[in-house]
């Protein structure tokens, strides 16, 4: 079945460090990605995504691109800041029911 | 306006009691979901609805049943409470298209004591 394999955590980094997150994933056909944030005690928040092959979805300087070929949509920021302190989830989207299949997240941890 | 609105945010209850947790959306989406998120912060989805019609029911206790008035509000209803049902309770809702992402809820906090 489909499925999202997303580094272990928790990363912990210095602020203006380098952010990746790894994500792959396994699915029939060709799904819709996604990485959603969620802050301590708050819901989940759609960050960015990516619909098709190549794309590269951004956001708050956020990056991540749909790697049809390696099965990847990695999650990078520049600089991050003590404020991107949070899980992040990637998912991708079964396009015949709807639902989203998260990987286990993974927590990120910014020190001044 | 809230996009995805649930209550309550907190609910804690004994074992054995039965509770309801109510979700509604003004996004004007045709599909409602539930998930459930662990103590690990792992997200499994349970239930969702596409215009008041169930089309997932994953493997959960029958002690779980959703209900769909219509297709802006999807309520769970949890009979029998046991300690393993304690989470954190998700509602989120979509567009059933390839590409639509889904809106979520702020979440329902379930303690079983």
């Known amino acids: 079945g489909d499925s999202v394999t997303q580094m272990e955590g928790p990363v912990t980094l210095s602020e203006e460090a380098f952010l990746t997150i790894n994500c792959t994933y396994t699915a029939t056909g060709y799904p819709s990605l996604f990485w959603y944030v969620q802050y301590p005690g708050e819901g989940l928040q759609l960050l960015l995504k990516a619909t098709k092959a190549d794309d590269k979805g951004s956001n708050k300087g956020f990056e991540a691109t749909y790697r049809k070929e390696t099965t990847s949509f990695h999650l990078e920021k520049g600089s991050v800041q003590v404020s991107d302190s949070a899980v992040y989830f990637c998912?991708?989207?079964?396009?015949?029911?709807?639902?989203?299949?998260f990987g286990k997240g993974t927590k990120l941890s910014v020190k001044p | 306006d809230t996009a995805v609105s649930q209550t309550p945010k907190y609910l804690v209850t004994q074992m054995g009691n039965d509770k309801s947790i109510k979700c509604e959306q003004n996004?004007?989406?045709?599909?409602m979901y539930w998930y459930k998120q662990d103590s690990k912060k792992f997200l499994k989805i349970m239930f969702s609805?596409?215009?008041?019609?169930?089309?997932i029911n994953e493997t959960v206790p029958n002690r779980f049943s959703p209900k769909s008035p219509d297709k802006a509000h999807l309520n769970l209803h949890i009979n029998s409470l046991e300690l393993g049902d304690s989470a954190v309770y998700f509602c989120?809702?979509?567009?059933?298209?390839?590409?639509?992402?889904?809106?979520f809820g702020q979440g329902t906090r379930l303690t079983v004591v």
């Open positions: 998912a991708l989207k079964r396009g015949s029911q709807g639902n989203l299949i």
């Open positions: 609805y596409n215009n008041k019609e169930l089309i």
């Open positions: 996004l004007g989406h045709d599909t």
């Open positions: 989120a809702s979509s567009l059933l298209t390839e590409v639509g992402e889904a809106f």
